[in-house]
């Protein structure tokens, strides 16, 4: 996809009307620092980040960012408009009000918002951002590019999914309520096995029931309970109260009461300095996210201790497993409080009994019983504070402990059934918990499936990007070789660090020597231009949707020689991309005029900036020859005057290039210089700087070549001159001026390689030639 | 680039594999989350909400079953 242009009204720089043309070729755009050329990026990525522009992110910019989006000096009741058609004839308008809301329409909405900023725009002080960021950083902003979007869904998913089905299955609490029925079989039964446990089912049974009948253990309990009551029924009153007493005095309320301060006590020493930590962790996130730049020690972000990076990992580990800890005491808590409950509840079902009426009379206990009767054991339940257990101590422990002294009493039968009634009560306790053991079982079962499946997915991603990741590491590699040709720094690629699940770093080779990072010995430039080769890269794998590419101010940090090998990576990694070139270096907009085709890259620059109201203007001198051609009939002084113009321009670039001596003028006659002053000086030059190989190897002047100029530079001073100030050209005359003026562009143009004369050769810095070598201009041997 | 979709056999060699180390899980589930990981969970993170119904589900495939049945 293309862009055929951008028109801008009144936004950024703009006034009421500007166009850039491109007809869906690549373009060079040249402008002084502040013409306005950002402008077009600008209108890139506010319709990419739905109109946000990242450097206008400032608290002063207005809500919509309107202060900076629309220019200063926009007529009252007239929005700023943007409007990007792309090659199809679609187009995109963005109309945005005096308030910055804006409403965008047009065909080529979806296509255009198809595009990633991140992958179609560079600007100047982005280059190295991507080397800058952290692992975790540069692992996010290549997650696009790896296509593993639903595998991080689904990762995602399964982990939560495990979460969920622990929280609704009541996991943890299933754990704590099999942990405390264990406990108490323990105490009834020590270490008797499965089977000694049916084996005592059984006897109770047949002491109680007699032969045959039931077989299932949960049955002959139940039978058996039956059958207690039976028996009980069948008691005296005096019988039935020893029962309830020996009932009482086996509830232990003090071992609960001990469980639940004990565990309120841990969790309450554990919390502490857990909450101060997590307060911590949003104090040090800055400090976080510099030290990770820096490379140093971090603060962890779960407790804010400083640890070493290489640490990090096991650290948080440490502390997820700390907290699973605190969890699991938690739980602990929530299980003994729900012993306590049951029994806070069986003590209150004993003491309200008629049959123990006259004891809690002859004890001095009923108001103990009054207040037993009051207590609400669902409200302790949900919360048991330090002043419901000091209650509980106080007033009902007294009544277990004058029960149990009591119940010494009880005749041996009584104490007999009391007994067997507290064993069958566990057992069948313990029987029907194997239900719960089982579910839970199913659950840690899933749960490990789900463990499994999600390590099964990221293993997945891992792989997956692994692969992308050596596909872009081959690219940048070519990329930084065409950059930098047989240069002792190789080997640049990403890698994902060993141990760590969502990161990316970059490394090469300096000298010979692995180095972990580009920041540790490349410097700015180096680090600019490995960032140019990392956005390419990345860049040139959004082929599926082929966005334009804007490269704006991008290679202010390289040198001369690293700036011209940018050509030869866009000639052979993007010659079918459409790229918006942006520039404030005559120099490189000079090289890249000569050096890039013509059949598919235009030239434009722009005018000094002047006032807002004027806006962003386009600079005349940058018409072409066809535009000269296309005044022939109807106008051709005006194709005269076009084509003198052409040559006072590109005659400037090529006298500067090839270091031509120009004569100093008094005032801002230097600025003003015509294309026959230019040609006079590189005819005089010419004549012994310029050479071509002869028939022989050796080097010659180049004759034919000033005898081009000087047929040139004759048309220039006549007919140019007329064209320009006489307009009385006829069309003959212009056009053997633009056929002259074509060829002397020509002369410089290798006829066997068709590179231009441009390439610096030698260290000292004396000769230019062309590509193959062909043509050669020697500096200062004039 | 386009993000690439699970392949059915993918999937299923995923969740060989995890059955193999967890084979308590019926086959039901399994099914359930085949049906998931080629749908619902690769769109998008799924709520809370949706999360805790599919959580409902498998909890109501234990209860349905009278003890759980392993995958052959």
Redesign the interface.
């Known amino acids: 996809m293309r862009i055929r242009s951008i028109s801008l009204a009144w936004f950024r720089g703009a006034a009421e009307s500007l166009t850039l043309e491109l007809g869906s070729k690549s373009a060079v755009i040249y402008g002084e620092n502040g013409a306005g050329k950002s402008s077009f990026v600008d209108a890139i990525e506010y319709v990419l980040n739905n109109g946000k522009i990242g450097h206008l992110s400032h608290e002063y910019s207005g809500r919509h960012q309107e202060k900076g989006v629309i220019n200063t000096h926009t007529p009252a009741d007239v929005s700023a408009v943007l409007t990007i058609t792309l090659d199809d004839d679609s187009e995109l308008r963005a109309e945005i009000k005096r308030n910055g809301t804006a409403t965008a329409s047009g065909a080529a909405s979806a296509a255009v918002h198809g595009w990633d900023y991140r992958r179609t725009v560079l600007r100047q002080d982005e280059v190295a951002a991507f080397i800058r960021n952290t692992k975790g950083g540069k692992y996010s902003e290549i997650l696009?590019?790896l296509?593993?979007?639903?595998?991080e869904?689904?990762a995602?998913?399964?982990r939560?999914?495990a979460k969920?089905?622990e929280?609704?299955?009541r996991v943890r609490e299933s754990r704590a309520e099999l942990e405390m029925i264990k406990a108490r079989r323990d105490a009834a039964f020590g270490e008797s096995s499965d089977l000694d446990l049916v084996q005592t089912i059984a006897g109770r049974y047949e002491k109680y029931c007699g032969q045959g009948g039931a077989t299932q253990a949960l049955t002959r309990c139940e039978a058996i309970t039956a059958a207690i009551g039976q028996r009980m029924a069948h008691y005296s009153d005096e019988q039935r109260r020893h029962l309830i007493l020996r009932d009482l005095a086996g509830l232990d309320l003090t071992s609960s009461i001990n469980a639940v301060r004990s565990a309120t006590a841990e969790l309450a020493n554990a919390a502490e300095p857990l909450l101060e930590e997590k307060l911590e962790v949003l104090r040090s996130t800055g400090g976080f996210i510099a030290a990770v730049q820096a490379g140093n020690e971090v603060a962890c972000p779960a407790c804010g201790q400083p640890v070493p990076v290489e640490e990090f990992r096991t650290h948080v580990n440490n502390e997820q497993e700390r907290l699973k800890g605190m969890l699991k005491t938690l739980d602990g808590r929530k299980a003994a409080i729900g012993v306590l409950c049951d029994r806070l509840n069986a003590l209150k079902s004993g003491v309200s009994k008629p049959e123990l009426g006259p004891w809690l009379e002859q004890g001095g206990l009923e108001q103990r019983a009054k207040e037993l009767a009051a207590l609400s054991v669902a409200q302790v339940r949900v919360n048991c504070t330090e002043d419901d257990l000091r209650q509980i101590e106080t007033a009902f422990v007294p009544l277990i402990v004058t029960a149990t002294a009591a119940a010494k009493d009880a005749p041996p039968d009584v104490q007999d059934l009391a007994a067997d009634t507290r064993l069958i009560e566990v057992a069948r306790e313990v029987v029907a918990s194997r239900k719960l053991a089982?579910?839970l079982?199913?659950?840690i079962?899933?749960a490990?499936?789900?463990e499994?499946?999600e390590r099964?997915?990221r293993d997945?991603i891992r792989g997956?990007s692994q692969r992308v990741i050596d596909e872009l590491s081959a690219d940048i590699q070519t990329m930084w070789t065409i950059l930098h040709p047989g240069e002792e720094i190789e080997g640049v690629r990403l890698y994902m660090p060993e141990g760590s699940d969502k990161a990316i770093d970059i490394e090469l080779k300096f000298f010979g020597v692995e180095q972990e990072s580009p920041r540790l010995t490349l410097s700015e430039g180096y680090r600019n231009s490995l960032g140019l080769c990392l956005f390419l890269a990345m860049a040139k794998?959004?082929?599926?949707t082929d966005p334009p590419l804007f490269l704006d101010d991008v290679v202010v940090s390289l040198d001369r020689k690293h700036r011209g090998m940018i050509v030869e990576l866009l000639e052979k990694e993007f010659r079918t991309r459409q790229v918006i070139l942006l520039t404030h270096d005559r120099d490189w907009y000079a090289e890249l005029r000569e050096r890039l085709d013509s059949g598919t890259w235009l030239f434009k620059a722009l005018l000094p900036y002047d006032k807002p109201a004027v806006g962003i203007r386009w600079s005349a001198k940058t018409s072409t020859f066809g535009d000269a051609r296309a005044f022939l009939t109807d106008a051709p002084d005006a194709a005269g005057n076009t084509a003198r113009k052409i040559m006072d321009t590109e005659l400037a670039l090529r006298a500067e290039r090839l270091k031509v001596r120009m004569p100093y003028l008094a005032a801002n006659r230097n600025d003003h210089r015509t294309g026959h002053d230019f040609l006079f000086r590189i005819i005089a030059d010419g004549a012994v700087c310029f050479r071509r190989k002869g028939a022989g190897g050796g080097y010659e002047a180049y004759a034919d070549a000033i005898t081009t100029f000087r047929a040139t530079d004759k048309l220039l001073v006549t007919w140019g001159n007329k064209a320009s100030h006489g307009f009385d050209v006829v069309r003959p005359e212009a056009e053997k001026l633009i056929a002259e003026c074509e060829a002397t562009l020509e002369v410089f143009i290798c006829p066997n390689c068709r590179k231009p004369v441009y390439k610096l050769v030698d260290a000292s810095a004396e000769l230019l030639q062309c590509e193959c070598g062909h043509l050669q201009w020697r500096y200062g041997k004039a | 680039m386009t993000d690439t979709p699970l392949s059915s056999d993918w999937v299923k060699a995923r969740l060989r594999d995890a059955r193999a180390a967890s084979p308590l899980v019926p086959v039901a589930t399994i099914q359930l989350i085949e049906v998931l990981l080629r749908g619902q969970f690769i769109d998008q993170e799924l709520p809370s909400r949706k999360l805790s119904e599919i959580a409902d589900s498998l909890l109501a495939q234990t209860e349905s079953l009278d003890g759980p049945k392993a995958a052959p």
């Open positions: 696009p590019l296509g593993l979007r639903p595998l869904f689904a995602e998913n399964v939560q999914l969920a089905l929280r609704q299955g089982e579910q079982k199913y659950l079962a899933l490990a499936f789900l499994s499946l099964g997915v997945e997956r794998r959004e082929a599926e």
